[in-house]
């Protein structure tokens, strides 16, 4: 196997085979001869690009050993891992995880080995495709549920970090809605405002609107819109209506020019609308559903800010950070759809909703309980924070009892192991207590680990006694 050596920056070198890959704009890349890394070699000589890329493999770089939870933002990122100065400057990146390829059993499926570019899932022809032949790689609405989430929190890292990762899109972010990960890819190319200019616009269909409106103006014109944390803002709400909802947020029946491109423009430019505008309803089609609203309050919310108030006022639009919290939330009110053949297979349920699936329209057909998760604010005094619907096996986890526990880069494997799980014994709903210590029922008596208290509407049960510990009340959803 033939096989070329390139220089890195620390002096050491590396063997790669060099029958390109795969290029794009920027670079080529090619195999390294172990094929457990990438040799990304640049096709031009940018004199500002090593410097960016000491600093992101550098100083920005999360997945650097010491680094707060670097094993696991290895698993949100594929960030590279060292930069190569001959022959020509690149960097060196892991491979993508094997879950991020299709399966390459059968070398004639059209699939077969492709990357897992988030278009496969969500443009209706290839869905099509899929669901022909590969309908276990779709996922469902709690995988593709868990992926974004995923998403909001690995670009939460580089917004707090000040970065932006300015091309935000199906290709730039690969998912599995199989296992509901994802992994943020080219990160060689981060902006850092001030410091690090953008290289590329963007991708279509996922541009903010102002970069659009101003993309005819001289890159130094101060007029001139750019990638920034606030596009990126837009990029990640677009990719999360899409993935959950399957549909582009911006692409309405309304026409606004004659001529395709102009119209094309405008629609994503600077006369934008949102699909689901609430009281501008010229961009929307005919029988659009499910609908944000079906989502449930937390992401409607979310997403009336990011493409009601922020379309065309980007400091309006939601964080990250934002996006990460309500999709949490959102899972956590998440049941299952009782029709075998829907292709969501959940959806969200909560207090003021009847349990009816939006994706299918299946009725629930039997009563369940919704706890509605409290915190204290003070001694005895007691607020509601959110919901959690309840189904049989479910796991009430750490992040459900504690208020001082959050899922995402912090959590530990105690954190996974269920604490009690929702059962239906007898003909009757209850919690079977597994590991917690100070459960409460309604009467005030302690559960014991390995007991069971009933859940009936009305209840009250407290998780834990800790000063962090949650009080739930339990409402009882009827069919």
């Not at 991020?100 to 869905?127: I, N």
């Not at 690995?154 to 998912?175: E, F, I, M, P, W």
């Not at 996922?206 to 837009?234: C, G, M």
């Not at 959950?244 to 609308?273: I, Q, Y």
Request: with cysteine; glycine share 6%; hydrophobic share 40%.
């Amino acid at each position: 196997m033939k096989t070329e050596t390139a220089t890195l920056a620390d002096g050491s070198t590396i063997e790669y085979i060099p029958d390109a890959i795969g290029e794009g704009g920027e670079k080529i890349v090619y195999f390294a001869k172990d094929k457990k890394s990438v040799v990304c070699l640049y096709k031009d000589a940018d004199p500002g690009r090593r410097q960016r890329l000491d600093e992101i493999l550098g100083a920005y770089n999360p997945t650097a050993p010491g680094q707060a939870c670097y094993e696991y933002w290895k698993t949100l990122f594929c960030w590279p891992t060292a930069i190569v100065v001959k022959p020509v400057l690149g960097v060196v990146a892991p491979v993508y995880p094997k879950n991020f390829f299709f399966p390459s059993d059968d070398p004639d499926a059209f699939f077969s080995g492709r990357e897992k570019e988030g278009a496969w899932f969500v443009k209706s022809k290839a869905r099509a495709m899929l669901r022909a032949t590969a309908p276990d790689q779709l996922g469902d609405l709690r995988t593709n549920m868990a992926l974004v989430t995923r998403i909001a929190r690995a670009v939460r890292r580089l917004h707090t970090a000040g970065l932006a990762h300015s091309d935000l899109s199906y290709k730039n972010v690969l998912v599995d809605p199989k296992s509901g990960t994802a992994i943020i890819i080219d990160i060689d190319s981060l902006v850092v405002r001030g410091l690090f200019p953008p290289t590329v616009m963007g991708t279509p269909g996922f541009i903010a609107p102002e970069v659009l409106k101003t993309q005819h103006l001289p890159l130094d014109d101060p007029k001139r819109n750019h990638p920034s944390i606030s596009t990126d803002r837009h990029a990640l709400a677009s990719l999360i209506y899409q993935y959950l909802l399957l549909r582009d947020p911006l692409d309405g029946p309304k026409v606004h020019d004659a001529d395709a491109a102009k119209d094309e423009l405008l629609k994503l430019g600077s006369n934008a609308l949102f699909i689901e505008h609430p009281t501008d309803r010229s961009n929307r089609p005919s029988g659009l559903s499910p609908s944000v609203s079906d989502l449930g309050p937390y992401l409607e919310a979310q997403f009336t800010q990011t493409f009601v108030q922020g379309l065309h006022a980007p400091a309006d639009r939601a964080l990250a950070h934002d996006w990460e919290q309500v999709l949490v939330r959102t899972f956590n009110i998440l049941v299952p759809c009782v029709n075998p053949r829907c292709e969501a297979k959940y959806f969200p349920c909560w207090s003021k909703r009847r349990p009816v699936c939006p994706f299918c329209g299946s009725k629930h057909t039997v009563q369940f309980p919704i706890f509605v998760l409290m915190k204290q604010a003070r001694q005895g005094n007691w607020t509601p924070e959110c919901e959690l619907s309840c189904f049989r096996g479910m796991p009430i986890l750490s992040h459900h009892v504690f208020t001082n526990v959050h899922p995402g880069e912090n959590s530990t494997d105690k954190d996974r192991v269920p604490l009690a799980t929702i059962d239906f014994v007898n003909g009757q709903w209850a919690l079977i207590n597994h590991g917690l210590t100070s459960l409460l029922s309604t009467s005030g008596n302690r559960v014991q680990p390995g007991q069971a208290t009933l859940l009936t509407s009305g209840a009250r049960l407290q998780l834990s006694q800790d000063p962090n510990g949650r009080l739930v009340e339990v409402i009882m959803v009827q069919p």
